[in-house]
């Protein structure tokens, strides 16, 4: 249908069907200005949601923290304000930071931090209640989306609570050195009680041979005792020959040599035996040092041998020495702990074997123990070395063996694994090589 309008003034007439494209397109229009004001109203909820998460934030930070422009102006500082420095946040918005110090220094560094976009360190007097205190601050530039640098961000806290911060901490770390050292001492403890009946075996044997010697000796001082007495009293030389041979002093004299000997053999004895144990007793708190890891691993396995009723045949393969960094009394711990284990694993089986193998590795030396028992199998493998793990029955172990031995074994730079085995279990302890 055509519109006949005022057809003489010339005008084009408009057909229904543009009218209708019209209304379509100012409904479309119109839905989407709806559709663009409900996402406008979104935003503006998420961007007040978020100022106010922002303020709450600001609010609750008990650092100090400043957000400053280019130019050093604060466009923001956090609650802890009003805490620290009696200042309400809002009064310090606008304001130059350097009005807050007297330390022109603290401008300069954080106009270097806009210009160079670089983070810095720095400690600044501010003023607080109690009077100037320094502040540990950390500066970072604050970057725009385009790379421009827009100011930068102080985020710091008092000096004086750092200190103690770090004093708590140091403390806690010292306990926890001395917890450590006082479980050490406890394995050591409870490894030394389980060598007490071959401590007292190995003394006594020496013992007694010393004591029966000084016995003979005592027959023979006598018996020349005798023979002098009569020298001093004048007798012929006749006589003399004769009292010689009724005492038998020419046999004497051999016998009493050999007691001596017998005696100095037994004293030298125990005094390595006491060497020995003095050794094995030691702490190693000390400094790290040089030692033998041959002559370290022989001490240790003799006393642990020495401990068992019926103790398995141990084979040794290592060269004439063999030189490691470390202390020496935490090593021998270590090493006791692995031979004690072995000698526990084999207890029952059939032809028992352990071997004690010694090497070198590059910069490292190794001691390695190895048995033929039930094995560790590989759903416990990954456990050994948690602390109060353990496969042995109550009353019998602490589970805290291989713990130890393995944070030792961290401490000297070096490492305890357990290596693979066709049969039985396999340790292995590596140390940094010593000096010769």
Request: charged share 25%; aromatic share 6%; glycine share 8%.
């Amino acid at each position: 249908m055509i519109d006949t309008h005022d057809l003489s003034s010339g005008q084009t007439p408009v057909s229904d069907e543009a009218w209708v494209d019209v209304l379509r397109a100012v409904d479309k229009t119109y839905a989407e200005l709806v559709s663009y004001q409900s996402e406008l109203e979104v935003r503006n909820a998420e961007l007040d949601e978020m100022r106010g998460f922002m303020a709450s934030v600001f609010a609750s930070v008990s650092d100090v923290l400043i957000v400053v422009d280019r130019d050093g102006l604060i466009e923001q500082a956090a609650g802890s304000f009003q805490m620290l420095l009696g200042l309400d946040p809002a009064s310090v918005r606008g304001r130059p930071l350097a009005n807050l110090t007297s330390d022109a220094a603290l401008h300069e560094a954080v106009q270097k931090v806009v210009q160079n976009r670089k983070s810095v360190r720095f400690e600044a007097e501010l003023p607080t209640s109690a009077g100037p205190t320094p502040i540990d601050l950390s500066i970072t530039p604050r970057i725009g989306e385009r790379g421009k640098s827009l100011g930068a961000v102080l985020i710091g806290r008092p000096v004086g609570e750092l200190r103690q911060a770090y004093s708590e901490l140091a403390e806690s770390h010292r306990a926890l050195q001395e917890a450590q050292a006082h479980l050490v001492r406890n394995e050591k403890l409870a490894s030394l009680g389980r060598l007490l009946a071959g401590v007292a075996h190995e003394l006594n044997n020496p013992i007694s041979f010393i004591y029966a010697n000084t016995h003979a000796l005592e027959k023979y001082v006598a018996r020349f005792v005798t023979y002098f007495e009569q020298v001093q009293a004048g007798a012929s030389r006749a006589e003399l020959i004769e009292l010689r041979k009724e005492l038998r002093l020419d046999r004497e004299l051999a016998n009493m040599r050999t007691a001596i000997d017998g005696a100095r053999d037994g004293s030298e004895r125990v005094r390595d035996i006491v060497e020995d144990l003095r050794r094995l007793s030691a702490d190693g708190t000390g400094e790290f040092a040089n030692f033998d890891l041959v002559e370290t691993t022989r001490v240790a396995t003799h006393w642990v041998v020495r401990g068992m009723k019926t103790p398995a045949p141990i084979v040794t393969n290592a060269p004439l020495t063999l030189m490691a960094n470390g202390r020496v009394g935490h090593v021998q711990q270590v090493i006791m702990n692995l031979v004690q284990n072995a000698l526990d694993a084999v207890e029952g089986t059939e032809d028992p074997h352990i071997q004690i193998t010694l090497g070198q590795d590059g910069d490292h030396v190794f001691v390695q123990v190895s048995d033929n028992g039930p094995g560790i199998g590989p759903d416990i493998a990954g456990s050994i070395f948690d602390p109060f793990f353990t496969t042995k029955p109550v009353g019998k172990g602490t589970g805290l063996g291989l713990s130890i031995s393995h944070k030792i074994a961290e401490e000297h730079g070096g490492q305890l694994q357990l290596c693979p085995s066709e049969r039985g279990a396999c340790f292995r302890l590596s140390l940094k090589r010593g000096g010769e």
